[in-house]
Nanobody, 125 residues
Framework: VPLVESGGGLVQPGGSLKLSCAASGFTFSNVALSWLRQGPGKGRERVSCVENDGRRVTYADSVKGRFTIFRDDAKNTVFLQMNSLKAEDTAVYYC???????????????????WGQGTQVTVSS
């Protein structure tokens, strides 16, 4: 499995969680990494992306100011720090990776090459 997520769980509204996604089997530093989520009865939403340079990051409006994406190329891992969680953040969170050439950027529909299995985040009191 090229990407393995962890860190999901049950948290109260206003709480925080940090998701991790560990990669293997490909050149991690070459790829852009994205977090997507799918809530109950909803379509898949692109949440955040960090480009292969580690500097350019993009967030969906729904999470801007609350979530932070960052990557550690030495550990082949991408993280999603989620603060001020809301009930509507409840979803299965997936990480995905795509490599060059980067036809599109940010949260546009990307040609993801690798996917994780997902980790459940539930925000409830």
């Amino acid at each position: 499995v090229p990407l393995v997520e962890s860190g999901g769980g049950l948290v109260q509204p206003g709480g925080s969680l940090k998701l991790s996604c560990a990669a293997s089997g490909f050149t991690f530093s070459n790829v852009a990494l994205s977090w997507l989520r799918q809530g109950p009865g909803k379509g898949r939403e692109r949440v955040s992306c960090v480009e292969n340079d580690g500097r350019r990051v993009t967030y969906a409006d729904s999470v801007k100011g609350r979530f932070t994406i960052f990557r550690d190329d030495a550990k082949n891992t991408v993280f999603l720090q989620m603060n001020s969680l809301k009930a509507e953040d409840t979803a299965v969170y997936y990480c995905a990776a795509d490599g060059p050439p980067f036809i599109v950027g940010g949260l546009q529909p990307r040609a993801y090459e690798y996917w994780g299995q997902g980790t459940q985040v539930t925000v409830s009191s």
